[in-house]
């Protein structure tokens, strides 16, 4: 016979699991509920489509959401290729117990470790100080500095150099997934190496990358601390129209709106609303790449 | 080119895979024209052999090969061998059927377009008389657009061998080609290699003895690694001169 004690303890632990498991859902639905509630009633067209009025006090937030996604286009243009080239090396090309596969796939796994701040920082040391004013001494012997300072390119790099390790490892998961038996194929009917890569291996993975490319942009439009110090801009009347101009983002507006503005409560409606935004955007990205991936992993069991 | 009347002859052929001896020093000749089978039990090593013939085995990171495998008298492991011009040559058909997932045009038109062909009335050409001698063309010629993998299991399986014959091989390698096969996709396959084996060299690793008795001119059984007994076809079924061989063609192990 199982004394009292023992029988309360055999309820308390499935109990207290499940509690624990309740207070992740919990605080979920916290965040969701109090950002939709607080924000709902700012969300307009024209908060959607104007520009920042009276200190940011009133206004839209459209430059904020054009910058970001001039970001995150230009951080994919770089950063989805290189993700995409170096997944097809690591699992191509390289034999798997290789020194230089083994250092490859090492410095991923730290580069996917690395805080966003410290991103951020080598972003300001390398490309703004060490790459940006040697350009401007170049092209205009340093009387002008032109790419010496903080702008969007830097930014979009610097971001790219983050989620390059989302696409990789994206990317690599789903070149695996592409049947042995297609690459045979392709090699007995006497395609080379790169030709089968290129015919059937690629295209084949091309969900892969496209969910790769999905993560990092979520990742990208989600992070602030990359571009704290080699893009972003408090407030700009204009639209960057140029790689050398500085972006306003919806991840840094909403961090200078809670700490920066002269007049923090009255901004609250709209940094409310500048969250819901965000999250909603990259809410949409993720399950659009969790979508992609379920696909990918029925399409490798089948 | 065959100035010793034979279109492959492997010398003395041995292949590990780490520490594990899968051929060992396996010396065998092939006759153009003719379909060769390779029998005997599983791990024999007869796909490992197969898979030698036109180096599909250097995909696999630790096979290591030694011996000769001369095709038209050229040893094939030479260095100066370009691998993809002896894959074009000697083509492979597998034993699961492996349609791109592309339509069924551009399943046969793959090889000849790598291969650079790129002029639409060429490629429609070769792939129309592919079709055909892989007696596929009836079935299928009012829809070349279809997906390659909307075939039947069967259907497939001719769509490889026709894409196998676009690029003109003059060896196919057939590793178990009908074994997921039903009786009468089987039977469809069988009399496409027989029609097959004017135009081209055939060897053929099957598990169905009665499939190697119909359709093939000579036998090689092997075991552990080792060929144990070479012979026409006739003869390795009815007269084998080794017991193992005796004992497996009859069904009494394998």
Request: neutral net charge; proline residues 4%; aromatic residues 8%.
């Amino acid at each position: 016979m199982k004394t009292l004690r023992q029988k309360l303890f055999g309820l308390s632990v499935p109990a207290l699991s499940a509690l624990c498991a309740f207070v992740i859902v919990l605080m979920v639905l916290l965040i969701i509920g109090d950002i939709v509630l607080g924000g709902w009633g700012t969300l307009s067209w024209e908060f959607l489509s104007g520009v920042p009025k009276e200190g940011m006090t009133a206004g839209g937030i459209y430059p904020a959401i054009f910058g970001t996604f001039l970001l995150v286009v230009i951080m994919s243009i770089v950063g989805v290729p290189i993700g995409t080239i170096t997944a097809i090396y690591l699992s191509e090309y390289a034999s798997q117990r290789s020194i230089l596969a083994r250092v490859v796939r090492f410095a991923v796994n730290t580069l996917a470790g690395v805080p966003a701040i410290v991103f951020g920082l080598f972003g300001l040391g390398f490309f703004i100080q060490f790459v940006g004013i040697r350009m401007d001494q170049v092209l205009t012997g340093g009387v002008q500095l032109k790419w010496g300072q903080p702008n969007i390119l830097w930014a979009s790099l610097t971001m790219a150099l983050l989620t390059l390790p989302v696409v990789i490892v994206s990317v690599e998961e789903a070149i695996r997934a592409v049947p042995r038996e297609l690459r045979e194929a392709s090699l007995a009917l006497g395609a080379t190496k790169w030709e089968t890569i290129r015919k059937v291996v690629l295209p084949n993975s091309i969900t892969g990358i496209l969910t790769g490319a999905i993560l990092a942009v979520s990742r990208g439009a989600g992070e602030v601390a990359p571009i704290l110090f080699t893009g972003a801009a408090y407030f700009l009347p204009k639209l960057p129209g140029s790689l050398s101009d500085q972006f306003m983002e919806l991840g840094y507006h909403i961090y200078i709106m809670s700490t920066q503005s002269p007049d923090v409560e009255a901004t609250r409606g709209i940094q409310y609303a500048t969250t819901l935004v965000l999250l909603v955007l990259t809410f949409t990205l993720n399950f659009a790449a969790v979508f992609l991936r379920y696909r990918i992993r029925m399409k490798s069991i089948r | 080119m065959n100035t010793n009347g034979y279109k492959i002859r492997t010398i003395n052929l041995s292949l590990s895979y780490g520490s594990k001896l899968a051929l060992n020093e396996v010396s065998l000749d092939i006759k153009p024209n003719h379909v060769t089978a390779l029998i005997g039990p599983s791990g024999c090593g007869k796909s490992t052999f197969l898979r030698a013939l036109n180096r599909m085995n250097d995909l696999i990171d630790d096979a290591r090969t030694s011996g000769e495998v001369l095709v038209d008298n050229i040893n094939v492991y030479r260095d100066d061998v370009d691998v993809v011009e002896l894959r074009k040559k000697v083509g492979m058909i597998f034993q699961k059927s492996n349609p791109f997932p592309k339509s069924l045009y551009d399943n046969v038109a793959y090889g000849p377009r790598i291969n650079g062909i790129h002029d639409t009335k060429t490629l429609a050409e070769i792939v129309e008389s592919s079709l055909e001698r892989a007696a596929l063309w009836d079935e299928v010629k009012d829809d070349l657009k279809k997906s390659g993998l909307a075939l039947s299991g069967g259907q497939q399986q001719r769509l490889c061998i026709a894409r196998a014959l676009a690029v003109n091989p003059e060896v196919l390698l057939m590793d178990e080609p009908a074994s997921a096969l039903d009786p009468i996709a089987t039977a469809k396959i069988e009399e496409l290699i027989y029609e097959l084996k004017s135009n081209y060299t055939i060897v053929i690793v099957t598990h169905n003895m009665q499939q190697a008795a119909r359709v093939s001119d000579f036998t090689a059984f092997f075991y552990l690694g080792k060929i144990i007994e070479f012979n026409d076809t006739k003869t390795i079924f009815t007269s084998p001169k080794e017991k193992q061989t005796e004992d497996y063609v009859t069904g009494r192990f394998g």
